[in-house]
């Protein structure tokens, strides 16, 4: 009930997740990532989504950007200024810089283990059409509630993300809470994912908001799961999460809830982007909410009624 406040319920989920499995013929492993191939939608809303993370494998090969290349960039983009950060040591002791993609790409193949570089610039995509373009819907992306937001407030819904060997991201939730999709074009990402439900072990930061035209929550942890100390391998035993490498042309949804975190084998080139569909958008109005953006007080009395209508009630 948003009226009051709403709480994804993952047992629930799982328990749902637990009865589909039981109309598909497919050997799933319920306590790993699945990889898989000409999934059906119905079958990727049953199982997958809003539940379990999923690697789809036949979606970004269909892509113009699948053949992007550093030679192709170097050659094409070379001038074009993109957001990149430096790190030494540790994740949280970096600095970022606005730089021409040439000069970010000439240390490309410089990364180390305790420094390294990741270009994760949210507008280089919306700057160049042309390339964005290039970036195609799928039958699992295609309904996508965000459209549906007025322009001036809807999420950038191509991430660029380009990082040396070692680079990593936080560990965290996505904004807004909602699904993440992730595609490799070049390189190795590894990833731990975090089931839904154990934010007591990851010091969560508290009261921190996103800055976006709609604001929400923003749930980032200060541990960084591949830190090689005594300290993360024990939390890793205690926690429940699933470990996952995801190879050129796979694509990998994160369902809400899941705090995560990726890292780069090698040199990698990825996109990432958002969902809100019928399966989360009840999570993604309680994130907006909770911000204040909009008061509670705001919303109709017969808003429960338009739950059964999603589109209507976004």
């Known amino acids: 009930d948003l009226l009051t406040s709403y709480t994804f319920d993952f047992e629930k989920a799982l328990e749902e997740r637990l009865e589909n499995v039981k109309k598909y013929s497919y050997p799933f492993d319920l306590n790993q990532v699945d990889k898989r191939n000409n999934l059906p939608l119905q079958e990727f809303l049953d199982i997958y989504d809003g539940k379990w993370p999923v690697i789809i494998n036949d979606i970004v090969h269909n892509w113009q950007a699948f053949n992007w290349t550093k030679d192709f960039f170097v050659q094409q983009y070379r001038n074009a200024n993109i957001i990149m950060s430096s790190s030494v040591s540790n994740i949280f002791n970096k600095s970022s810089f606005v730089v021409p993609m040439g000069s970010f790409l000439e240390q490309i193949d ?13 507008l280089f995509l919306l ?8 970036i195609e819907d799928s039958v699992y992306t295609n309904e996508n509630y965000f459209n549906l937001f007025p322009e001036e407030v809807r999420p ?29 074009l070049t390189g190795h990402k590894r990833w731990k994912l975090i089931l839904p439900g ?23 942890s200060p541990i960084d799961l591949f830190a090689d100390d005594k300290e993360t391998e024990l939390l890793l035993n205690e926690i429940q999460h699933l470990e996952v490498d ?12 899941w705090f995560h975190q990726a890292f780069n084998v090698e040199p990698t080139l990825a996109i990432s982007g958002q969902l809100m ?15 204040g953006s909009l008061q509670r007080s705001d919303i109709a009395e017969d808003l429960d009624g338009l739950t059964d209508d999603p589109k209507a009630l976004v």
């Open 127 to 134: 700057q160049y059409p042309e390339l964005r373009k290039q």
């Open 156 to 184: 950038w819904d191509c991430y660029f993300l380009w990082g040396t060997a070692h680079s990593r991201s936080s560990l965290h939730i996505d904004p807004y809470n909602w699904t993440g999709t992730n595609a490799v």
């Open 277 to 291: 569909n019928e399966n989360n958008f009840m999570s993604v109005l309680e994130e907006i909410l909770k911000a």
């Open 246 to 257: 995801q190879l050129p042309g796979e694509m990998l949804f994160i369902p809400t809830g």
């Open 110 to 122: 410089v990364g180390k283990e305790n420094s390294w570089l990741y270009l994760q610039d949210e």
């Open 198 to 220: 154990q934010d007591k072990y990851l010091s969560v930061y508290p009261d921190k908001i996103c800055g976006f035209p709609l604001d929400c929550r923003k749930y980032n």
